[in-house]
Structures are given as structure tokens and as C-alpha cells.
């Protein structure tokens, strides 16, 4: 199976909001709704040989707000069941490390069952308050730090990876 990752268009909206845990999706903004305008990056993945969209995230800019730096929010990845194990989520979180290389990317929520999950992709725990480092409470954030790019090809390769999973 091949997954390609591209840019969600106004097209994908429809799709989006049947394909989600509760969101709605719009192409402008919208109370209450997760927009393509608003997004830093709407990103599908999908297998190009079959047509098949499989599924997609949304993160969001957090500009910073006096001392604190600003992050980049990831707010919507969720892969269904007949898509795990075939690389999904690993390709849709590694085209966003890609395009933010030099940016922290915090989950807005994360599901505790997938703590190794996410792990297994980058992100760490940060301990919310009064919580001991180790712990994995309910209260901190999984985070994935900057990192500095390693050379001007992978800051700006194309946005489209195509990832051949099979066998894997």
C-alpha cells in the first residue's frame, strides 16, 4: 500500500467531518468548527493507487502571547481501525514535522489508551502541574520539541510524501 499525504482542499470537507470524533469542518471560519482557513495545516492521507482517502489532520498556529513562545496545536489525528498498523498516522505526523521543524507541537487532547502511541511518534509527556515527572496523569501535554533541520532539503523538500508500506 502506498499512503500520499497532500494539503486538504474545500473538496475533502464533506469527507472530513464524516471522518472525525465529533468535529465539524468547514472551509471558512466557523464557531465551533475546525476550518480549513484557520488551519496551519489540513493534510490528508490517502493510498493513490486506490483512490482511498484514509485519514486526515488538522493542526493550528498558536502565535505567542507576551513571554511565552508560540506552538503549533495538533488537534485531529484519528485513524479507524482497518487503517492502523499500515503507517497512517506515522506519515501524516511526519509530513507536519517536516513542514514545523523549528516549532513545538503540543496535542490539544490525546487519548491515554495511545500513550505509546504517541511516543512511538515523536511526542513526550510534560507533566502538568503538581504532577511527578514519570507520571502520566490526566492534567500535562504530549509535546514534540523544535528540532533544528538538518539541511536545507529536508526544510523544504515537497509537501506530498509518498511512503511505500508494504511488507512493513
Known sequence: MK??????HPAD?????????GWTVTVE?????????E??????AE???????MRWLHSSLQRAVGDEPGYV???ELYVPPEFRRMGVARALVDELFV???DQEIVLSAWDRELYEVWLKLGFSYVPGFGEVSGECGYYGDMVRPPVKATSSRSRHRPP???ADRQGR
Open 13 to 21: 470537507v464533506k469527507w472530513m467531518s464524516k471522518n472525525t470524533e
Open 3 to 8: 499512503i500520499r499525504v497532500r494539503d486538504a
Open 47 to 53: 493510498d493513490p493507487d486506490q483512490g482511498v482517502r
Open 29 to 37: 471560519k466557523q464557531e465551533g468548527a475546525a476550518s480549513l482557513a
Open 39 to 44: 488551519a496551519l495545516h489540513a493534510l490528508i
Open 73 to 75: 496545536r495538533l488537534y
Open 99 to 101: 513542514r514545523v521543524p
Open 160 to 162: 506530498a510524501l509518498i
